[in-house]
């Protein structure tokens, strides 16, 4: 009952090839920053930093799924890992915004002076 091992240097090295990619293309808008990204916003936030946002959600992901074999696991599994992550994520991000536009409006509206 010997296992045969298997060599997944191809597998690693596309992942890392696509994770590279994604980082290359994030250093790239962040280092330009195109003025359609950097100047329109979206729910208090510019559109380049809600690609940054999506950009390392998506190297996450790669990351879980192929360096933690989370692709060779039972569907139940990962939805028992990925699912709560994910709002998490969620959560977090939203009180990021709410509390940051809020504290944004306060020293912008009022005579508290930005100290910081």
Known sequence: M?????SNTKRIWTVFGLLSVITIVEVI???IKPDA????SFMAMSLLNWLFIILTLVKAYFIVWAFMHMEGEKSTLRNAVVL???FLILY???ILLTEG????EVFKNSTIKWNF
Do not use: K, R, T
């Open 84 to 86: 709560p992550v994910i």
């Open 92 to 94: 977090l991000l939203f």
């Open 2 to 6: 010997s296992h045969e091992h298997v």
């Open 101 to 104: 536009n809020y504290i944004y």
């Open 29 to 31: 808008f962040g280092i």
């Open 37 to 40: 990204l950097h100047m329109n």
